[in-house]
C-alpha cells in the first residue's frame, strides 16, 4: 500500500524546503517506516490466510475448490502487493540516503562499501532523476 502515490518527494524530489540530500532522506525514510508498517498487516493477513488453506487442504478441499472460493485478495496478490511496496519505498530511499551520503561528503566508493554495492551503482543512484 503506497499512500504516497502522487506525492513528488515520494518519488526521490528535493522536498519543499528546496534542500536535497538529509531533508529528502528524512521524508522518504518516514514513508519506508509507514510501507512497512503497512506491509506487515498485508503479510499478517495472507499469513492468515495461508493457515486457512493448510485447514481447507488437510480437510480434504482441492487447490480448485479452494481458489473459486478465495476470497479477493488471493494469497498471492497480498504477498506482491507488500513486496512491491517495501520493493519501491526501499529504493527512493537508498538513492536518497546515497544523496545525503554524498552531499555530507561521504565518497562514492564509501557509499558502495556501506551499501554493498559497485561504486558504478552507486554513480547511478546519484545520476537518477526522480
Keep these: 500500500m503506497n499512500t504516497r502515490q502522487n506525492d513528488p518527494v515520494a518519488e526521490g524530489a528535493v522536498p519543499p524546503d528546496g534542500r536535497g540530500g538529509p531533508a529528502n532522506a528524512d521524508v522518504l525514510l518516514t514513508e519506508l517506516n509507514a510501507q512497512l508498517a503497512a506491509s506487515i498487516v498485508d503479510l ?7 493457515r486457512d488453506l493448510q485447514a481447507m487442504r488437510a480437510r480434504g478441499a482441492s487447490w480448485r475448490e479452494i481458489v473459486h472460493q478465495e476470497e479477493r485478495p488471493l494469497v498471492v496478490e497480498s504477498l506482491s502487493r507488500a513486496l512491491d511496496g517495501i520493493g519501491g519505498a526501499g529504493g527512493r530511499f537508498r538513492r536518497a540516503e546515497a544523496v545525503a551520503l554524498h552531499a555530507e561528503g561521504e ?15 552507486v554513480s547511478a543512484y546519484l545520476q537518477e532523476r526522480p
Design 44 to 50: 499478517e493477513a495472507a499469513r492468515e490466510r495461508v
Design 107 to 121: 565518497t562514492i566508493s564509501g557509499i558502495g562499501r556501506l551499501f554493498g554495492v559497485s561504486r558504478q551503482r
